[in-house]
């Protein structure tokens, strides 16, 4: 489709800014809206090289405002909706946000759609974690959902809602459902950067339960050129899972990056496991691969070169574990557009 301007919701999170860094590179001449309610997850020096373009406005807003979001649809032909709280451990211990970011913000932003024809393309991010575990084999778009966290179970009301609005309104929903992500700009409370930059400190790294959870690992960019994909050729109304290959049990990443940095396997403690803690989730993505897609990055390379980015990248991830970000961000507001 004919791209001239486009809304990133949570743009200055991990993949979002990712994605736009992607987006700009493929696209060099379209205006890119970034809303984001920065969020303690959310980073702005993910795009500070982003300053000095005209054509990347960043707003500040939620998106469960609809105002803004009046403001924002009439300029742009399609969507790409990122914006959720993300961590599965917070939604544990408080469901709430989720729920609200997850269900009534994208309900919402649903909702306001249908009165904004110029919106050719409503790319909705959800996740494969919607789909629950399974002991073996894979979720295909039509397996049924089975979500056990309440991060997945919201997910899943916003997938579906993405599709409801599709079925019954009519509006060009399309869903991307992909697996665990890594790579840069990943924040530190997530398993890899955490496991990396404790072991940069030689500090614990707290490996849940006996470290037997499988996650097939997707290289960010590799997502990044999925999503891209979808934005051009995608069906709408269509789901499409976006898996790696890169089937890895929890305890051999942290062995991997232990050795990668040269630290002791002593680094590595056990902990409690997670409540409700999903074994191993696996999608069959041969959907997107007949569109053209398939992952590029290995584990083991992706690896070392998400280790090496945080090597280099300490004054990044040493101001998010001191909180520096969310201190900043209650105090601070910018938005270019009123
Ligand atoms: N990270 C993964 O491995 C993974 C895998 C599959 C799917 N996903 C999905 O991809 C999306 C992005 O994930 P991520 O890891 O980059 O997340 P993240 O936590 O790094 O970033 C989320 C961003 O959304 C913003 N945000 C949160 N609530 C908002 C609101 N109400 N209004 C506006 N902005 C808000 C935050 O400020 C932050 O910048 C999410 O929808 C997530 O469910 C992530």
Same mark, same amino acid.
């Given at each position: 489709m004919n791209i001239n301007s486009i809304l990133i919701t949570g743009g200055y999170g991990f993949i979002g800014s990712n994605f736009i860094r992607f987006l700009r590179k493929k696209l060099p001449d379209i205006k890119i809206y970034n809303l984001d309610k920065?969020?303690?997850?959310? *980073? !702005?020096?993910?795009?500070?090289?982003?300053?000095?373009?005209?054509n990347y406005i960043f707003v500040r807003g939620?998106?469960?405002?609809k105002s803004i979001l009046e403001i924002l649809y009439p300029k742009v032909d399609a969507i790409v909706h990122f914006a959720a709280e993300t961590h599965v451990d917070r939604s544990i211990i408080a469901p709430g946000e989720f729920i609200m970011t997850e269900v009534y913000g994208t309900f919402n932003m649903l909702e306001t759609m249908k009165?904004?024809? *110029? !919106?050719?393309?409503f790319l909705h991010i959800s996740t494969d974690e919607i789909y629950g575990s399974i002991e073996k084999g894979s979720f295909k778009e039509n397996s049924p959902l089975n979500p056990s966290s309440p991060y997945s179970a919201s997910k899943t009301g916003a997938d579906r809602l993405a599709y409801s609005y599709f079925k019954?309104?009519?509006?060009p929903v399309i869903i991307a459902r992909p697996s665990n992500n890594y790579g840069p700009?990943?924040?530190?409370?997530?398993f890899i950067p955490l496991f990396i930059t404790n072991a940069l400190d030689n500090k614990?790294?707290?490996?849940?339960?006996?470290?037997e959870n499988v996650r097939d690992w997707l290289y960010v960019i590799d997502n990044c050129e999925a999503l891209f994909l979808l934005l051009e050729k995608g069906k709408i109304g269509e789901a499409y899972n976006i898996g790696a290959k890169n089937e890895v049990k929890n305890i051999e990443i942290a062995k991997k990056i232990v050795n990668i940095l040269g630290k002791?396997?002593?680094?590595i403690k056990f902990v409690e496991d997670r409540k409700?803690?999903?074994?191993r989730y696996s999608v069959d993505w041969t959907k997107i691969k007949k569109l053209g897609w398939q992952p590029k990055k290995s584990f083991d390379e992706g690896l070392k070169e998400t280790v090496e980015w945080y090597k280099n990248h300490r004054h990044w991830w040493e101001k998010v574990k001191r909180g520096e970000f969310s201190n900043f961000y209650k105090k601070y507001y910018k938005s270019e557009i009123q």
């Open positions: 920065l969020t303690y997850a959310a *980073n !702005i020096e993910n795009l500070k090289d982003f300053e000095e373009d005209k939620d998106i469960k405002d009165n904004f024809k *110029n !919106i050719k393309l019954t309104f009519g509006l700009y990943q924040h530190v409370e997530k614990e790294l707290p490996l849940y339960g006996k470290g002791d396997e002593s680094l409700g803690h999903d074994l």
